[in-house]
């Protein structure tokens, strides 16, 4: 599994100015290598992604014409970070709600002086 640490570290990789496209495409291959382990639609559309923004970055696109693609990689890979089921770190900041059965089986209340349901 990975650590905290390493996935934030990524993360901010990912989210800083590019400097050169071999830095890039070096972050690019650590994400692959980072996310391939699994195997569902979220972490194929971050292989994808990552694959297509390489494929683009080799064929001379400018990095502003990226600019999107790289968002949508970001959000991705921020997602894929918060999913305690690839990050069982993340399981400990999920909100979840400790008042399961609040307002289950209760009747309605009338209003005091009316004919109206609360």
Avoid at 10 to 34: C, F, I, Q, S
Avoid at 77 to 102: I, K, M
Wanted: proline fraction near 7%; include cysteine.
């Amino acid at each position: 599994m990975f650590h905290r640490v390493d996935l934030e570290q990524l993360y901010h990789a990912l989210a800083k100015p590019v400097g050169t496209n071999d830095e890039r495409m070096g972050v690019l291959g650590y994400v692959k290598w980072t996310v391939q382990v699994f195997n569902c639609p979220l972490i194929r559309e971050i292989l994808d992604l990552v694959e297509r923004e390489a494929d683009l970055m080799n064929r001379g696109r400018p990095a502003r014409t990226l600019s999107g693609l790289r968002q949508r990689i970001l959000n991705l890979f921020l997602q894929f970070v918060e999913t305690p089921d690839f990050n069982p770190e993340a399981a400990g900041f999920q909100y979840v709600p400790t008042d399961f059965d609040y307002g289950v089986n209760q009747a309605p209340t009338r209003k005091p002086g009316t004919d109206k349901f609360t």
